[in-house]
Structures are given as structure tokens and as C-alpha cells.
């Protein structure tokens, strides 16, 4: 069952994208980077079990994340790295950081269990805390690293899916490693952990791949 | 604790925005459309006390919307005005999907936040329908009065004021009357209503009258 909401998740993240730049072009992309930053925020905490290995459900949209920059990059070059990273990390931190503050009130009369929920969620605690890091580091890396890989592999030969499929490979490997070993370490056994990064790296490498229908829509499609 | 934290959330609010009027563009206020947009959905899960006042925190960055929405109005045409709201409502109703189905997904065996998600939503699905609704008729309601008010030379700030009183009614009393007589009871429902009614207009007075002088304040060129 998992999977099919998977699924579900992937083709509603990629919809997205496709929609916001069909609408506002450039605009576009940069808000569905704000956008997919926010949520991720608030949803990278939870994780599911794919093979035995704990895997979080913010992939998808990190994945979304990925071949929006790279999007990016390919229509409007190298320049635009600075801006995406700001746009992600602002984002990412401005949602993280309120959402959290919230988690200091209290309530005394009403609904009383789901302010707890809220609290347990979203307070200040060492794994969120580790988890958020983890994730802002890894994807800033990313984004960063995987963005000038891109170009130089578009401006050696631009064949889109060789750039996309070759940067995939390189840049969820790094972001796996990154993001197990800081948001994991001391939790999880070396067996453990390196079963980790390797169903994240290839449930990253999967979710790219599907991505390219959409790259392929912005890139060759919409803009003719 | 909660009136210091609630205070500052205000002064986040209404100062993103002044950083943004100063020191950015158009753009950007897109880019705080969303954040504000999906800030103020995750923070209408939760109900906190201020001197004996049960109030949604939601009211603070939703408040900040409706300013952004006057602000847009002033200063933009029809075109952007309709892309506010386009994107507001994307913003929300694309979170609230995600979140949902990464909610329902079976948790990893490690995992105890997924259920925590499950119970949060499932136990405020009222919340989750009634919020887009809500905020959907604001932001129309809001749209057509500033624009209505644009035209007024005489009296404009008490009469946006009155105006707002009357928006945010409809706003408290469709998502919070409604979802809190379905989450606890018709009873306590109204009386949570009321003072967020209150609060919510002292809040979005103050922000329309500090957003006209932030409007004042001379653009820095990047």
C-alpha cells in the first residue's frame, strides 16, 4: 500500500511542477522550490520501511527539489544556483523555525491531546533537530554540487537524459551518505546504516528517473 | 510563555513582510505568499490560552494574508491579484494532499511520527476541510472590498477597518465555529469563536495600520 501512495505522491510532486511553470515560466519553478522546502520541513520527520530499511517520505519531494534546479539550470544556466539555494534555505528554515515556536505554548481547557501531538511533532527535540539538519546540509549539497555537474555534462554533450540520469547517480549517492550519517549515526548499527543509504540512494535514483517525463515536458514540450 | 510567543510570531510577521517590501520584490512576496500559506495551515492545528482566551494561532500569519492581499491590491493590478490567490490556494491544497498521503502510508517499524501525523489530521479532519474553504472566501471577500475601498477618498482607514471586522467574521466563524463544534462541541465552539474573533481583529488592525506606514517606507534598490 505504501507504495501506491508512493506513487500517488511522486505523480502529484511532478504535476506540480509541470503546472507552476506552465503558468508563471521561471516565477514558477522558484515557487515550487518554496513550496516543495516548506512542506519538507514538515513532513521529512516521518519515515516508512521500504525492504526492511527505514526510509523518509520526504524523498519525493527532494527528488522534486533536484530536477527542479536542475530545470532550472538547463533553461537558464549556471547563475541561478545562488538563488535557488537562498530560495530552499530561507524556505526551508523560515517554516522549520516558526512551525517549532509554536511547540513552546501550552493550552489548558480544549483539545488537549492533538496540542500534545502537535508538541511531540514539531517541538524542539535532539533527533528532529538532527533531522532537520541532516536535511538542510545534504540538500544544499545537492543542489549545489549536482548543479555544476549538470552543466558541465549539458555543455559537454546536451543529450537531457544522459545530464539528468548521470548527475542522479552522483548527487543521491552524496545526499544519501550526508544525510544517514548525520541524521543517523549512533542510532543504527554499521549494517543498519549501510542498508539505509542504500535504499535511499536507490529509491532517489528511481523517483529521478520518473522525473524525467516531467523534464522532458518542461524542457522540450511546453516552452515550444 | 504563550503571550511572549505569540507576540513574537507577530512581530515575524509583519516584519518578513517589511524586510521584503524594503529590500526585495514581487517575487518575493510570492515566495512569502507560500510560506505564510503553509505556516498558517500547520499552525491552525493548535489552540493556545492567552488570558483565559482559547485562541487558534493560525490568526497571526493568516491575518498576515489578508494584509498582503491589501498590499497587493494597492499596488498591483487584476492579473496579480488573481495570482495571490491562485497561489495561495495551490500552496495549501497541494500541502495538504502530500501531507495527508504521507500521513496514511504505513510507518517504519522505528517510526513514531507517522502515526502522530495520522492522529493529528484524522483527529482535526474538520481543520483540514473547512480551512481551504475558509481561507478561499477571505481572500475573495478581501479581494473585492480593498478594491471597492481603493475608490474611497473619504475616511479610508476606519472604513477598511470596519470592513476587515466584517471579513473576519465570516473567516472565524466558518473555520473556527464550525470545525471546533465538530472537533469538541457547539457549546465551547462559540465561545472559542468569539474570542478569536476578538483577538483577530485587534491583531489585523494593528498590521493594517503598521503595513500602511511599512507602505510609506522608500524601496532599497538591489
Redesign the interface.
Known sequence: MNILYLVLAILLIFLLMVIFYKFWKKDGLYLYICLMSSILSIILIGSIDILSFQVSIGIPVIMGLFICSNIIIQRYGLDEVKRILYTFGLSYIITFIVVSLVSLTFIKDYNISSNDIYDLLFGYNFNNFRCIISNFISIMIMIWIGSGIYYSLRKSKNILVISNVITAFVISFIESLIFVLIAHIGNFSGIELFGMISIRYIFEIVVAIIGLIPVYILVKFIDK | ??GV??L??FV?CIG?IYIVHRYFGK?EF??LT??YS??SF??S?????ILGI?IN?SIT?SSGLIMMMYYFVNRYDNVEIN?YI??IM??VL??I???L??????????????I??K??FF??LAIIILYPIALFITLILSSYSFKELKKVDKNRTAKTVLTLVGIIFVDVFVLIYFS?AF??KFD?SIL?AIGNYFVKIIVITIMYLLLNKIMRVKKVKS
Open positions: 510563555m504563550n510567543v505569540f513574537l510570531l515575524i518578513l517575487h510570492y515566495l507560500v510560506i503553509i505556516i500547520m499552525m492545528f493548535k489552540l493556545i490560552t482559547n494561532m500569519f495570482k491562485i497561489t495551490m500552496s497541494s500541502s494532499i502530500i501531507i498521503l504521507g500521513s496514511i502510508m504505513i510507518p517504519s517499524i522505528y517510526d513514531e511520527n507517522l502522530l501525523f492522529d493529528l483527529d482535526n471546533y472537533i469538541i465551547d472559542i
